[in-house]
């Protein structure tokens, strides 16, 4: 019994130890930054309805497991910026970033930029392609073009702010002098790097590589003259494990494939520009002394989520819940096409939950979700601050 008590005491003063510890941590934690506001650069990867503006609504089922509809997101709910912007304080457990769901800039029709706007649009590239949307899906609104979109809505909104008489009126703006405070998040490179391997051969994408990663690297120098201080940079997923990209490949030589189902060759392109991207992040950082400029690895999160999808929940990564596929033909997911006489459509799966791919491009916001849990918290930032905090690295 004796034995017994001092055990008991013994766990006792652990737990109060390791209470105490964490208290300590969580009080010496600095405070988070409270962005006022997000503004958000990329492709479909975190457009929230600016190619739906432009082009056309997105159609059904797209939405359908959060939003109840189309919401302009190429997934069945929510992408990772609507995680980001709600996303809780990962140091005071308490705390969220608190803002709403970011309009797309290209919408005009019931948005409010107060905290921030999406300047992202599907299909868009780093540089600039000399083709239209309509011949390969390749959005006109590049990076430099969605940076001169944010120039113009900085004066314009600026403009607005300082002539609106009523206070319902400033409550729809951004507050000017909040530009330098705000957080700008980016997902973009994906399609430089697929329109590449569409166009161009390995050696000549490769050395296309630097000439893309300088186009990105102006667009942060451009923000950050113009005032922008906190960056927050995702880096490019593995494209080869894609299903679309894997779809069509029949007969392929062995190694070919890994041990996932992926295309080797695409990955290790996309690992060579992250490389790139970040040895010219750590570049910027040096030059731009007032920024905080997070690199944040995408690719390793999505690719451990791939190779290890029984133990997290998810069903084959290579299968895709939204569309049909089979019997050599291919109907994409909210499409309809006469087949043989019938009418075939793209309707989403049972179980959208269990899928790591919603359409065969972009992820389900199952897996949308996962990946921002394993990111947002810091631990595959260079450096290692988590959302919250990436205003910290001045």
């Known amino acids: 019994?004796?034995?017994?008590?001092?055990?008991?005491?013994?766990?006792?003063?652990?737990?109060?130890?390791?209470?105490?510890?964490?208290?300590?941590?969580?009080?010496?934690?600095?405070?988070?930054?409270?962005?006022?506001?997000?503004?958000?650069?990329?492709?479909?990867?975190?457009?929230?309805?600016?190619?739906?503006?432009?082009?056309?609504?997105?159609?059904?089922?797209?939405?359908?497991?959060?939003?109840?509809?189309?919401?302009?997101?190429?997934?069945?709910?929510?992408?990772?910026?609507?995680?980001?912007?709600?996303?809780?304080c990962f140091s005071c457990a308490a705390e969220y970033l608190g803002l709403p769901y970011l309009s797309a800039y290209l919408d005009s029709l019931g948005t409010n930029f107060r905290h921030g706007a999406n300047f992202a649009a599907g299909g868009s590239t780093i540089r600039r392609q000399n083709e239209t949307i309509y011949e390969n899906g390749i959005s006109p609104f590049s990076l430099d073009i969605q940076v001169t979109n944010f120039d113009q809505f900085k004066s314009r909104t600026s403009e607005l702010y300082h002539r609106a008489k009523k206070p319902f009126d400033k409550s729809q703006l951004p507050r000017p002098r909040e530009f330098s405070r705000a957080?700008?998040?980016?997902?973009?490179?994906?399609?430089?790097?697929?329109?590449?391997?569409?166009?161009?051969?390995?050696?000549?994408?490769?050395?296309?590589?630097?000439?893309?990663?300088?186009?990105?690297?102006?667009?942060i120098i451009h923000l950050y003259e113009k005032g922008a201080r906190n960056f927050w940079i995702h880096n490019t997923g593995p494209l080869g494990c894609l299903p679309a990209a894997t779809l069509y490949i029949t007969n392929p030589k062995p190694g070919f494939f890994d041990n996932y189902g992926c295309i080797k060759s695409h990955n290790s392109m996309v690992i060579e520009f992250n490389k790139q991207l970040k040895s010219r992040i750590d570049k910027l950082r040096k030059q731009l002394r007032r920024a905080s400029i997070i690199y944040v690895d995408v690719y390793s999160a999505k690719y451990h989520l791939i190779s290890n999808t029984k133990y997290y929940g998810f069903t084959d990564p290579?299968?895709?819940?939204?569309?049909?596929?089979?019997?050599?033909?291919?109907?994409?997911?909210?499409?309809?096409?006469?087949?043989?006489?019938?009418?075939?459509?793209?309707?989403?799966?049972?179980?959208?939950?269990?899928?790591?791919?919603?359409?065969?491009?972009?992820?389900?916001?199952?897996?949308?979700?996962?990946?921002?849990?394993?990111?947002?918290?810091?631990?595959?930032?260079?450096?290692?601050?988590?959302?919250?905090?990436?205003?910290?690295?001045?």
């Not at 997000?38 to 089922?61: C, H, K, L, V």
């Open 1 to 88: 019994m004796a034995t017994y008590s001092r055990i008991l005491l013994l766990t006792i003063l652990l737990i109060s130890t390791s209470i105490q510890t964490s208290a300590e941590k969580w009080s010496n934690a600095p405070p988070p930054c409270n962005f006022p506001a997000i503004y958000n650069f990329g492709d479909s990867n975190s457009d929230t309805g600016g190619m739906s503006a432009a082009f056309g609504p997105i159609p059904p089922p797209y939405g359908q497991d959060f939003f109840h509809g189309p919401a302009g997101r190429e997934s069945d709910g929510r992408l990772i910026i609507d995680f980001i912007v709600k996303i809780s």
């Open 183 to 219: 957080l700008y998040t980016f997902d973009i490179g994906q399609n430089d790097i697929l329109d590449g391997f569409r166009k161009l051969t390995m050696p000549q994408l490769k050395a296309a590589l630097p000439d893309i990663v300088e186009h990105f690297a102006s667009s």
């Open 318 to 394: 290579l299968k895709i819940c939204c569309g049909r596929h089979e019997n050599n033909f291919d109907v994409w997911c909210g499409q309809t096409m006469i087949i043989n006489g019938s009418e075939i459509i793209g309707v989403s799966c049972s179980s959208p939950a269990s899928y790591i791919s919603w359409d065969g491009v972009h992820y389900s916001q199952a897996a949308n979700q996962w990946v921002a849990n394993h990111i947002l918290n810091g631990s595959l930032s260079d450096p290692l601050f988590d959302v919250t905090h990436a205003c910290l690295n001045h």
